[in-house]
């Protein structure tokens, strides 16, 4: 790759590693698997970086290599995830930080137990702020799916959401 490709790359790299790293965490919930996804989706952006004429589109490109990066990882059998009955450990509750962390446990613990593609959706509508429409241009389906994802995940999550928040009220 010649020079210019090579330092359009690393800037567009630099400034979109972050939130990258970030949404695959929203996405897989574990950092290290993050790390690992987000690599992914750089290293096939990399490889076609030179045959990318619109550069506007690098970030659904990104989002839709990571998108289906975690959802063909949950396909394969020896990273399923395997969830116990306890927790190791239980988030202390109290005063605001200690309620702010609890929520954000809650529900990132909730968000790992809806199924990959409802959890992709969500991610991509809720946390990352794509509308309808965006969403189903980065999974590659229609609206209607997306809206029919949509609200299987949230009702899922409620459900898990109302859960999780039962334990922990139970627990102090």
């Known amino acids: 790759m010649e020079q210019r490709h090579e330092q359009e790359f690393a800037e567009y790299f630099a400034a979109r590693r ?12 574990d950092w290290h698997r993050a790390d690992d996804l987000a690599q992914t989706a750089f290293v096939a952006l990399h490889r076609k970086w030179r045959k990318i004429r619109d550069r506007g589109a690098l970030d659904a490109y990104v989002r839709r290599t990571l998108v289906r990066a975690v959802i063909d990882e ?33 529900l990132l ?5 809806v199924p990959p593609r409802q959890r992709a959706v969500l991610v991509l509508r809720f946390l990352d702020g794509l509308d309808v429409a965006a969403t189903a241009e980065v999974l590659k389906c229609s609206e209607g ?5 949509t609200a299987r995940g ?19």
């Not at 613990?109 to 137990?113: F, I, M, P, V």
């Not at 949230?154 to 102090?172: E, F, P, Q």
């Open 145 to 149: 799916t997306v809206k029919s994802q």
């Open 74 to 106: 949950t396909r394969r059998p020896w990273r399923r995830e395997r969830f116990v009955p306890e927790l190791p450990e239980v988030a202390q509750t109290g005063g605001e930080v200690g309620d702010a962390v609890a929520t954000r446990s809650a």
């Open 18 to 29: 972050d939130a990258v790293r970030r949404t695959a965490y929203m996405l897989c919930g």
């Open 154 to 172: 949230l009702a899922a999550l409620r459900d898990v959401l109302g859960d999780t928040l039962d334990d922990l009220r139970s627990a102090s």
């Open 109 to 113: 613990d909730g968000l790992r137990r």
